[in-house]
């Protein structure tokens, strides 16, 4: 093909490759097109693919996924061919209130930003979000690494009480059983600053740290976990019950979210390979 002489013979222009080939030059262009054309296709049906699977990827993470899947592409090409296609929509997001502050319990100076984690299970940060349902909310506690963003424990329920977050706490505990200097990352709601929650971090020799009343930017890596969580699986769904929700939940996190998604902080890779490399290292 002409376009397997030019690729040879980089010098050569395309007056002379059409002498070459005894072809004219709208022949060449229309040629050129078409490739493109056959090239676009199939980029969109493999972006298209990942998209499917990623609902919430914007087109740096689709162009990483592309070279994991061993179809390089341009990250410029790849954009203009998810606006083309209209794939780089947005999901609409609601909101449900699910941190109450108003308490007389004890509230513990933020830490946070004094550790920069250099390992696994040195920075452990928590949030509770809402989960929309088919008869109104159940909610999620979870528990994040902050240095591989992997989610160590979480759980579900109908009740926003402190036996929520207590349970994804201590599923955290059993699946790592870190060391006793942990530093353990909150915001300031009731359920964190309870009494039971407090004692199970002491019992395991646990360090207490809370953000800043009102400041969600203080535990911003939750933030932005929850912020996935509910562009790229919650809002895409129409959850029947808890049960159901956990049952996609369960899947998202365990499977998707710690052993497959691309991070951008990572280095783009997923959590648990993260892991893996800094062990291995």
């Known amino acids: 093909m002409i376009t397997d002489a030019r690729h040879a013979h980089p010098t050569v222009s395309v007056r002379r490759l059409c002498e070459l080939h005894d072809v004219s030059r709208s022949w060449y262009a229309h040629q050129q097109g078409r490739d493109a054309e056959d090239h676009d296709q199939l980029l969109a049906e493999d972006i298209e693919a990942i998209v499917l699977k990623w609902g919430g990827y914007g087109y740096r993470r689709v162009t990483h996924e592309l070279a994991r899947r061993g179809r390089p592409a341009n990250h410029k090409c790849v954009?203009?061919?998810?606006?083309?296609?209209?794939?780089?929509?947005?999901?609409?997001?609601?909101?449900?209130?699910?941190?109450?502050?108003?308490?007389?319990?004890?509230?513990?100076?933020?830490?946070?930003?004094?550790?920069?984690?250099t390992r696994p299970d040195q920075v452990w940060q928590a949030d509770l979000t809402y989960i929309r349902v088919k008869e109104g909310f159940v909610y999620l506690a979870c528990v994040l690494d902050s240095f591989t963003r992997e989610v160590v424990g979480w759980a579900m329920s109908r009740f926003m009480d402190a036996a929520l977050p207590l349970t994804a706490l201590n599923n955290a505990l059993a699946a790592r059983c870190p060391a006793a200097d942990l530093l353990h990352h909150s915001d300031q709601g009731v359920q964190y600053a309870s009494r039971v929650y407090v004692d199970r971090l002491r019992s395991m020799g646990v360090t207490p740290s809370m953000s800043r009343k009102g400041n969600p930017y203080d535990n911003a890596r939750m933030e932005s976990f929850y912020k996935?969580?509910?562009?790229?699986?919650?809002?895409?769904?129409?959850?029947?019950?808890?049960?159901?929700?956990?049952?996609?939940?369960?899947?998202?996190?365990?499977?998707?979210?710690?052993?497959?998604?691309?991070?951008?902080?990572?280095?783009?890779?997923?959590?648990?390979?993260?892991?893996?490399?800094?062990?291995?290292?």
């Open 228 to 281: 996935t969580l509910k562009n790229e699986e919650v809002d895409l769904q129409d959850y029947l019950d808890l049960d159901d929700a956990q049952h996609h939940l369960d899947r998202f996190i365990g499977e998707l979210y710690n052993r497959e998604r691309l991070h951008s902080s990572l280095g783009y890779v997923p959590p648990v390979e993260f892991a893996a490399r800094y062990h291995s290292a």
């Open 79 to 117: 954009l203009r061919v998810m606006r083309e296609r209209r794939l780089l929509c947005r999901s609409k997001r609601r909101y449900q209130a699910t941190t109450d502050s108003t308490h007389s319990e004890t509230r513990f100076p933020n830490l946070l930003p004094h550790v920069i984690p």
